[in-house]
């Protein structure tokens, strides 16, 4: 329960990161933050106490194995988190050749 | 029966084909990319009317993908909420990338729009016709990052910054729905909806972790759908991206992404609970009331039309919200005059732009002698939206506060009533402001924008005319009623899992 709690946690350090923090690029690794939350998540949940990885071969016995499907859900959501990451990322450096500052307070000229 | 249930797959595979192809040669051959854009949104649209006719006969289309059957498979489905989200969405599509094909000339190059632009269509359909809750992360953020990186397409300052934040808030939003598929999974051990549906159905209610994906999903598709404590996002993102994709982004993206996910999971999944139905109902009135008092103050044309937008999403949640037959009935046809209506009024905003090079309200004035086509479909765009019969925008309106009176929310149907007139008012200021009066010196060289500029907002013009008549009884049957049947049944969808 303290390992299902503690993704949640560093869930809420991501989301501070995102909300609290004024420079673009730690904006950004907050977002990578919450995404590794979810993630460490999912994997968790398809977890079995001291079971093996899920690799049928000839002679073994279906017995005690990991949840295969978290683990193939979370490798989609990591090359998904990859894309995200490289558009926003992306928006950084331009945004930083128009305005020449990360400081979000100054990129403020969208209003009302 | 057979040929739809079998091509059903092709709703996501050609607009991801078309962008393949035109990534590959769009870029040396001109023309190509317009060609492909415009063509497959308009044949994909007579594939969902065959769609549509189908759902009707049978209610549900199931088509297992790759062969594969369920449990090990994934099913891809169109029940008739389905298809008539993908008849308004490859609709509008069409008229927008007919549109697109002059308007984009100002931009270098067009073909990335294109991309882009088939990126997003293959996103929405893939979330309105997945059965599968992990396939409509996966499309969601698909069609979400697209959008996101054509909101910079111009990548000025403003177009930068509003894609920022989109991007943020977006991504925000789609980590708290993996959040919430996590637990459902964890559940469930299951990620069909349909089955999620059953296994969830058959526990019973009351469970602590159904609850808490709810409110994972409520923050999710609540920011995704822009209902008003997650909005801060829409009128940044909305104005600043080229007027075809703001009509994309207001018209379609914020109702698939946002309003048709958050509706089939919460009515047909998860189901819904009276506390719930009191929450949509609560942030329903209140982005009703937020974004047309945020509208009446803005002197940005497209501004303002984003802020409208915020508004009129309040009222189709408010109706669906009301879970009476009538309340629903009404939500889908609001949420279908919305989408005709506020493309055209994006798309009229953008043909401004692109005539003027302003989008300042308070520099324009007198348009209409210039630009009579853009002056005409304008006013009927904004007369729909605010309710002037007998465009349809009146009708659904009507219904929805029919409904609330009859459900018993007379306070709610009055706030819905007073919202009204503020669009209206707003509205109508900024067609005065825009096309009426004496035309300003500067703009005595304006011209009426090209051929197929105009079509595509005509037509959107006509269906906003014309948008009343769905409410004749066979076409209500056909189009309305087969959606909200499926609304008003939560428990239909399960149908899907069928026998297996």
Known sequence: ?112 | MMLVEKYLPLFVAIPLGGAFLISLLGWKKRGLPEWIGTLIPAGLFIYSLVTLWATTKHGIVVHHLGGWSPPVGILIGADGLTAFMLVIVHFVAACVALYATDYIKKYTSPWIFYVLFLIILAGMNGVLTTCDFFNLFVFMEIASLAACTLVAFGTERHELEAAFKYGVMNTMGALFILLGIALLYGYTSELNMADMANIIAAKGPGSKIVTMAGVFFLVGFGLKAALVPFHAWLPDAHPSAPAPISAILSGLIIKSLGIYALFRIFICVLGMTPLLSSIFLFMGALSMATGAIMAMGQTDFKRLLAYSSLSQVGYIVFGLALGTPLGILGGLFHLFNHSVGKSLLFLTAGSVEYATGTRKLNEMGGLSNKMPVTGTSSLAGAMSIGGIPPFGGFFSKLIIIFAAVQAGHIGYAIWAVGTGVLTLVYLMKAMKQAFRGALAERWQAVREVPMRMRLAMLILAFVCLTGGLLLIPQLKDLFLNQAAKVLIDGRMYSKIWGGF
């Open chain 1, 1 to 112: 329960m303290i390992l299902y709690m503690s993704c949640f946690v560093l869930f809420c350090i991501g989301l501070y990161g995102v909300m609290r923090k004024r420079n673009i690029i730690k904006i950004i690794t907050g977002i990578i933050i919450c995404e590794y939350a979810a993630n460490l998540l999912f994997i968790l949940i398809g977890y079995r106490m001291g079971g093996r990885a899920p690799i049928l071969a000839h002679g073994t016995v279906i017995e005690n194995m990991v949840d295969p499907l978290p683990q193939a859900v979370v490798l989609t959501t990591i090359v998904i988190g990859l894309a995200t990451t490289i558009v926003l990322v992306t928006l950084a450096i331009r945004l930083y050749e128009k305005y020449g500052t990360f400081d979000i307070t100054k990129i403020e000229e969208l209003k009302g």
